[in-house]
């Protein structure tokens, strides 16, 4: 059964930036679609940006033109550029693959804007 491990979260001052790193293990396939979500405190998770086998992208709203999603194919790992970081981007950040039947998510790592 393939895992995904996720790092790159800390503590940032607003306006700054984090590339989130998420690498997939345990599958011999290659994965095409893979995605990050994040959870809020005491609110739902919500998606955040994904990246499709052909490349293409997309991205909620609120970090378009912030946040960039990429990926190394050939290590089957996904990556989250974030930039322009604000006080509501605080949230435990998870990276999210169709392993499995329902797919699989990350462990989460915690990233906080704050002064």
């Known amino acids: 059964q393939g895992q995904l491990v996720e790092s790159g979260g800390g503590l940032v001052q607003p306006g700054g930036s984090l590339r989130l790193s998420c690498a997939a293990s345990?599958?011999?396939?290659?994965?095409?679609?893979m995605a990050w979500y994040r959870q809020a405190p005491g609110k739902e998770r919500e998606f955040v940006a994904v990246?499709?086998?052909?490349?293409?992208?997309d991205y909620v709203e609120s970090v378009k033109g912030r946040f960039t999603i990429s990926r190394d194919t050939a290590k089957n790992t996904v990556f989250l550029q974030m930039n322009s970081l604000k006080t509501e981007d605080t949230a435990v950040y998870y990276c999210?693959?169709?392993?499995?039947?329902?797919?699989?998510w990350g462990q989460g790592t915690q990233v906080t804007v704050s002064s």
């Open positions: 999210w693959a169709p392993i499995g039947g329902l797919g699989t």
């Open positions: 345990g599958t011999r396939f290659s994965i095409n679609t």
């Open positions: 990246i499709r086998g052909g490349g293409s992208t």
